[in-house]
Structure formats: structure tokens, C-alpha cells
């Protein structure tokens, strides 16, 4: 293989044996490749020992070239040179390099070729211009090898800069970016190295802190707490290698401001771990209409305690929590004896005044787990928590309590000037049984409460099981009061009133209920139920309406259109916003006239919204309606709120008559009564007038009307025509 294979005379001839003297080469069929310049000169030899440099300039990365002494010509290109200049390598060879060299670097070039001796090695940036107009910017490296004999030769590595350039504009905008980013950013933004010390820090940041926290350590800088109370570490944050949000407080001169931090990894290129980029987001306004909120909705804005939802909340923590301890707790049902009559009196600032400082000393009776809760009006609640593991020492300590709670409230008030004095009535159950629901508890206190008031109030009772009987009871007989509403059980009783001759004036309607298994059942049985549950409503709506039918059937005859009818109202109706128009609509009959309609109302309805209770009775007064003061001596009405109510009757209760014989209190009530409802020109007509000698007894103390079994039970309507004068013309 000692064969010459390539001695060209021209470089564009040996460009038609190129390839296959490449393929020799490659083959390793030559020892050595010797080119010759266009004048003969020899100018470059490839001998045997060189092919793998060959094979190396062929396949780099780079473009080489070798030049011509003197830098004319391109003598050798490689396939990468040709690339970045978009020509065929074919057309390269021979070329002038400086065709591609852009005209600006053209003499930097020049000077580049022309350096004198000794450099080895020159180098120059400059720019290419690809034969497409592309602009290549490129890196060109230059090396002078010296032929033996012969000129210089010149071999140039060109390198592409164009990506290098790209990503170093890219860098640059990046920078730029990031900068702008921090600047405008509305939040603060501080990006951490490793050690958590902070290296950038957007404009918000820095007024955050109120001070250059370039350079320092973040918790230094940032001094946060959690909602815990413990202080806020990054470090441990980026130790554990997570995204996370965390929400934290931050104090700074003497206000408060809330953080939402966020922290996030900064990474570098290859996704290694350079630090940590944290956000601090200003949330104290959003904290402050959460607080907000939560303030209205789960406390009470009176007394600021937690209200009625939060506390069934914190009764069924309460029962989980004694699920696993074994504890006992206890609810307290607390309310206030009269306070309606103190807000009726004083008003209703002073009545606020007054809750707010039973509020307070029901707090100052109770331990700090303890719950202390208004449930609405004058009733509280409190949960104690975490009472003795045995049930006879809970409910002991559970009295104790309660017995100073009674006596916090017993003190005496002072409320804007006013001294005044209020008293509790307390009901408690034992949370014994953690299976219960707090619904159930709050009706077991509910109902011990009410037991304390019928015990005569300011007295603290407990629930005992057998008030769970009662409650089913009740339970069970509000569902029958509902199907006795639909099926059509009412029924109305009228008993007679009659003057001091025993003549008929009229009749009291009384509320009966047919009971499809007990039979007739008295109001005192069903009307509380009714008055708790609401079904009070359409009970007494029916009520009105059969008495008015009934009016209007006795003013069809004129033996007893005279008639009058008393029909009882009770305090739920009575309050209703629609009572007025229920009445006015009832009325509506044709031939009912108003005049002959009397509603019996009771002093405590009466005293609960003295002003509403007025106007009320002011706008059915103008209908024509009458009303009679039932029960009369029974209450603690004040003589006051009798004068400014549009009356027309009192009716002395029957208690008073049952004992005027016997008892000189009663007999002396009795005549205190009636001069009481001459001097207020009130007509008065005693109720339950059972024997002749009471009838006597309060015809001689000047009552004029009476009622009661002596002159007849209640009972249907026809029954009324066995007495009196009026004999009954129909019915
Ligand atoms: P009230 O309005 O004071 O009615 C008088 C009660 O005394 C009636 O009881 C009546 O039967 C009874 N009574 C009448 N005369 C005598 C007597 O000589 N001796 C004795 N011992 N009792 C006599 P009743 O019918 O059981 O009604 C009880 C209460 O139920 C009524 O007391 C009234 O407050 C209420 N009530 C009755 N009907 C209605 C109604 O339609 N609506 C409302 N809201 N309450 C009603
Ligand atoms: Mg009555
Ligand atoms: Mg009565």
C-alpha cells in the first residue's frame, strides 16, 4: 500500500476524487495524502500516522478550515464548516474565506492572520455571514503550521457561538426579569441561600421588615409565629424539602400584621438545591373579615359569649372528649326570673346592661375550659367540663357551682344608676351518658329550669330520669295535637255569664279536645304543648273562627243577638306580627259584629311588650273588639301599666272566689278588686262562682257579672239555653 494516490494541480480537480480519496483514507488504504498548492507547491501532506487527526477534524463539532498561505483560499473545509455557512462543501474549497467574513470584522480578521511571530495561537470573535444572509457569530481560533519548506498554512477552528449567545441573552433577560419581578412585585418576596440567608428581596420585602435584610438570616429579619404561638423556622421548612403555606403573625410596633408564608426550593439547572424562595402575603384584612364573621356567626354580639350554635358545637366536643376520659360534665340551664318585667320598666338598655353583667359574673363563676353561652333573651347556658369520674361527686360539684352561680347573680346591680336586683332559675342535667345527644341534654336542663321556676324560682333544679318520661310524653302528644289540628278533634265548650238578675249576657268559649282514646281532654292538659310548639297558631286561628261563626248564628236570631262571647288568647298568638289581621279577618263574617266579641287576655301576656301589647289592643279596639283582663289578682301586673291598657273588664279569679267565705285575704282581695275596676271604669266579672252564699258575698261587694258552675258548666252551645231568661230560639 505504498502507493501515492492524490497529486493534485488543481484544488478543484482534486475536489472530483474528494470523496473516494476520503474513503481511502477512512479505509485505511493510504499511507499518506499530499496536496499540492495551484502553482505546484506542495502544501500539505497527510502521512499514514496522521489519519486518526483526520478522522478527528472530520467529525468535530466545530468548523475547520484550513487556508492557503497568505489566508486566500479555503484548501480544506470540514461538513460542520459548510453547515454553518450554508454552502455545499464542494464550494468552499477554493473559495476566499473572507467572502463569509462580515464586513465589519473583515480588517480584525486581516490583522488576525498577519499577527507577527512567535503567537502560536490567536483568537478572534467575529461574525460569519452564511451564504443564506444568516449571521453566524462565531469564535475563530487560529494556528500557523509551518510546511517544511514551503509558505505558512493556516488552520482556523471556527466556533459557533450562536447558542452560546442565545442562552447568554437569555440569562441576561432573565436577570433582567427577575429583577422587575421583585421590584413591582405587591408582595414580598425574599429568596434564601442555603443557610437560609437571604441574597434578593423584592421592594415590599424590604418595607416589611423595615430594614436592608439583605445578608441576614431570615428568622432574624422575620421574627414570625404561628397560630400556635411558636415561632415560624424555614429552616426546618427547607429541611424537610416540601412546598408549604403556612399562616403566621408578624408584630411590629405595636400592631399586628398576618402572613401567609409560602416557601418553595430554588433550584439550579439541573434541579439541585441552591435555596428557598419565600412569599409573604399580607392577610390581615382577609383575617379580619374572617374574625369577623366567625363573630357573627358563632358569638353573641350582646355579651360577646359563644351563641346557641357554637355551644351545641362545644356540648359535642364535650361528649366526644368524656367518651374517652370516662369524665363527667354538666349543663347548666340558666334564666333569669322577670327579667321581662326589668326590660319592660327600665328599657331595654338597662335589660342589655343587665345581660352583659350577668354575663360577666356567670365567666368569673366558671373555670377557663368551662363554656359560659347566651342562648337568646335572658337565658345562658354553661357546659362544665372534666367534673369527678363518680356521678354522685359530679353532681356535687355540679351543685357547687351552681349554688355560686345563684348567689353571683343574687347581688345586687347596678345598671346606668339604677340598683336593681335580678335572680336565676337554673335547671341541670349530669352529662353522664356520653351516647346522649346534645340536643337531648339541652331539653333535660330546658326542662329541669322550668321545674326550678314552678319550684318558685331563684332555686337551682336537677334533671331526674323520671322527667325523661314527661318529655316523651310530650313528645308523643304534640305529634297527636298535629293529627288533632288535621282530623277536625277540636271543639268549643261555652259556658254562660250572667248579670246580677241570673239573666244570660253571653258565654265564655272553652277549648275542648276529642281524643280519640282518652275522650274529652281539658285546655290545661294540651295548651302549653301547643303554646311551646307553635301549634298554638292554628289552634287559636280555629278557635276565633268557630266563636265568630257562632256570633254570626246568634245575631241571625233576635233572642240572641245581644249574646257576647269571650274567647281566650294566649301569649304566643297574642305576640304573632298577624294577630291583628287574623282578627280583623275573622270578623269579616257577614252580620259578626265586633262589639259582641270579647278576647280574654292574661296579665304576664300583657306585661311582656307593654308597647306592642298597646298598639295591638289600640288597632282591635278601633274594630269595635272588647277585652277582659282574665285571671285578675293572680299576676304582679302594676297599676300603672293597667291605666295606659284599653281595657274593658276585669275578671276576678276564681281562687279569690273559691275562698271569699272562708278567708278574709281573699274577701278583702275581692273588694279591693272591684273598687279598683270601678275607679279605672272597668266592668268586673268574677269567674268560678260555685254556691250561692259567693255569689251573695260579691253581689254585695259590687260585682255585677258573674261565671261559673252555679249558673252552668261548660259545655255545648245548646246547653247554655237550660238557664236565665233567654230561652233559645235556635241555636
Ligand atoms: P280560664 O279562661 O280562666 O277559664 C276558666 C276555667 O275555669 C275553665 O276551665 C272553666 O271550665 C273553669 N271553671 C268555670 N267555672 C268554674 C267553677 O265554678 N269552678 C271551677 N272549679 N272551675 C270553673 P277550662 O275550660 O279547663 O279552661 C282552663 C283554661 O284553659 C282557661 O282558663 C283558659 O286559660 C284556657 N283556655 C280554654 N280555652 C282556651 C282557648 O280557646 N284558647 C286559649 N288560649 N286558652 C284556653
Ligand atoms: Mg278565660
Ligand atoms: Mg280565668
Redesign the pocket.
Known amino acids: 500500500m505504498d502507493k501515492l494516490i492524490a497529486e493534485n494541480q488543481g484544488l478543484r480537480a482534486r475536489l472530483a476524487e474528494a470523496e473516494e480519496t476520503l474513503n481511502a483514507i477512512r479505509n485505511g488504504e493510504v499511507d499518506a495524502l499530499v496536496v499540492s498548492g495551484v502553482n505546484g507547491e506542495q502544501i500539505f501532506t497527510l502521512q499514514g500516522a496522521d489519519y486518526p487527526y483526520r478522522v478527528l477534524i472530520e467529525g468535530m463539532g466545530e468548523g475547520a478550515l484550513i487556508l492557503t498561505a497568505g489566508g486566500g483560499m479555503i484548501f480544506y473545509a470540514n461538513q460542520r464548516l459548510a453547515d454553518m455557512l450554508r454552502t455545499p462543501l464542494e464550494h468552499l474549497i477554493g473559495a476566499t474565506f473572507e467572502h463569509w467574513i462580515a464586513p465589519a470584522d473583515r480588517t480584525a480578521f486581516q490583522a488576525l492572520l498577519h499577527l507577527d511571530q512567535p503567537q502560536p495561537q490567536r483568537r478572534i470573535e467575529l461574525e460569519l455571514v452564511a451564504s443564506d444572509g444568516t449571521v453566524v457569530p462565531c469564535y475563530l481560533s487560529l494556528s500557523l503550521f509551518q510546511m517544511e519548506d514551503v509558505q505558512c498554512s493556516v488552520c482556523l477552528v471556527a466556533t459557533d457561538l450562536t447558542e452560546q449567545k442565545r442562552s447568554e441573552a437569555l440569562v441576561v433577560a432573565a436577570e433582567k426579569l427577575a429583577r422587575s419581578i421583585l421590584e413591582q412585585a405587591a408582595e414580598a418576596i425574599v429568596v434564601c441561600d442555603h443557610s437560609t440567608r437571604i441574597i434578593r428581596a423584592s421592594g415590599v420585602a424590604h418595607v416589611l421588615c423595615g430594614e436592608n435584610p439583605l445578608d441576614q438570616p431570615f428568622e432574624r429579619v422575620f421574627p414570625l409565629q404561628q397560630a400556635d404561638g411558636a415561632p415560624f423556622s424555614l429552616r426546618e421548612i427547607v429541611n424537610a424539602g416540601q412546598r408549604r403555606w403556612v399562616e403566621v403573625r408578624l408584630e411590629r410596633t405595636g400592631s399586628i400584621i398576618y402572613l401567609l408564608v409560602s416557601v418553595g426550593p430554588l433550584v439550579g439547572p439541573q434541579g439541585d438545591p441552591l435555596g428557598s424562595i419565600v412569599t409573604l402575603t399580607d392577610i390581615t384584612q382577609r383575617k379580619a373579615a374572617e374574625d369577623q364573621i366567625e363573630q357573627l356567626a358563632f358569638y353573641d354580639p350582646l355579651t360577646r359569649l359563644p351563641n346557641r350554635r357554637l355551644l351545641q358545637d362545644r356540648l359535642r366536643q364535650v361528649l366526644a372528649a368524656g367518651t374517652r376520659s370516662h369524665r363527667q360534665g354538666a349543663l347548666l340551664f340558666i334564666d333569669l326570673d322577670n327579667f321581662k318585667s326589668l326590660n319592660d320598666t327600665l328599657g331595654h338598655d338597662i335589660g342589655d346592661l343587665l345581660l352583659q353583667q350577668v354575663a360577666q359574673r356567670l365567666i368569673d363563676c366558671v373555670r377557663a375550659g368551662d363554656t359560659v353561652s347566651r342562648q337568646g333573651g335572658d337565658e345562658f347556658v354553661v357546659i362544665l367540663k372534666d367534673l369527678s369520674e363518680q356521678p354522685e361527686e359530679a353532681a356535687a360539684q355540679t351543685q357547687d357551682v351552681g349554688a355560686k352561680i345563684q348567689a353571683a347573680l343574687n347581688q345586687p346591680y347596678r345598671l346606668a344608676g339604677h340598683d336593681c336586683r335580678s335572680t336565676p332559675s337554673i335547671g341541670v342535667t349530669l352529662i353522664t351518658d356520653h351516647q346522649t345527644t346534645a340536643e337531648d341534654l339541652l331539653k333535660r336542663a330546658d326542662l329541669a329550669m322550668y321545674q326550678a321556676k314552678a319550684a318558685g324560682r331563684n332555686t337551682l333544679r336537677f334533671f331526674d330520669p323520671d322527667m325523661q318520661a314527661v318529655l316523651e310524653a310530650r313528645t308523643a302528644l304534640e305529634a297527636q295535637l298535629r293529627d288533632g289540628l288535621r282530623d277536625g278533634q277540636f271543639l268549643?265548650?261555652y259556658?254562660p255569664q250572667v248579670d246580677r238578675e241570673g239573666g244570660l249576657t253571653g258565654a265564655?268559649?272553652?277549648?275542648?279536645w276529642r281524643h280519640p282514646q282518652r275522650g274529652l281532654v281539658?285546655?290545661?292538659e294540651f295548651?302549653p304543648l301547643a303554646e311551646e310548639t307553635g301549634l298554638?297558631l292554628p289552634?287559636?286561628h280555629w278557635?276565633l273562627e268557630t266563636a265568630c261563626a257562632q256570633l254570626a248564628a246568634w245575631a241571625r236570631q233576635p233572642e240572641t243577638a245581644g249574646l257576647t262571647l269571650a274567647?281566650?288568647?294566649?301569649a304566643r298568638?297574642f305576640r304573632h306580627p298577624e294577630f291583628v289581621g287574623q282578627v280583623r279577618a275573622v270578623l269579616g263574617l257577614p252580620s259578626v259584629d265586633p262589639h259582641r266579641l270579647t278576647l280574654?287576655l292574661?296579665e304576664s301576656l300583657l306585661l311582656d311588650d307593654v308597647t306592642d301589647t298597646i298598639a295591638k289592643m289600640t288597632a282591635l279596639k278601633a274594630l269595635g273588639v272588647g277585652f277582659a283582663l282574665?285571671?285578675f289578682g293572680t299576676g304582679y301586673s302594676s297599676l300603672t301599666y293597667l291605666k295606659r291598657l284599653p281595657l274593658d273588664q276585669l275578671?276576678i279569679?276564681?281562687s279569690f272566689v273559691?275562698d271569699v267565705l272562708a278567708d278574709p285575704n281573699d274577701a278583702a282581695i275581692v273588694r279591693i278588686i272591684v273598687a279598683l275596676a270601678r275607679s279605672l271604669n272597668l266592668a268586673v266579672i268574677a269567674?268560678?262562682?260555685?254556691t250561692e252564699g259567693q255569689r251573695t258575698f260579691l253581689l254585695d261587694s259590687g260585682c255585677r257579672d258573674f261565671?261559673?258552675?252555679?249558673f252552668g258548666?261548660?259545655g255545648p252551645v245548646a246547653a247554655l239555653w237550660g238557664i236565665g231568661s233567654a230561652p233559645p230560639a235556635s241555636s
Open positions: 268549643l265548650y259556658q265564655e268559649a272553652l277549648l275542648r281539658a285546655p290545661n295548651i298554638i289552634l287559636g278557635v274567647v281566650n288568647v294566649s298568638q280574654e292574661t282574665d285571671d275578671k279569679d276564681q273559691r269567674e268560678g262562682v260555685e261565671q261559673g258552675y252555679l258548666r261548660p
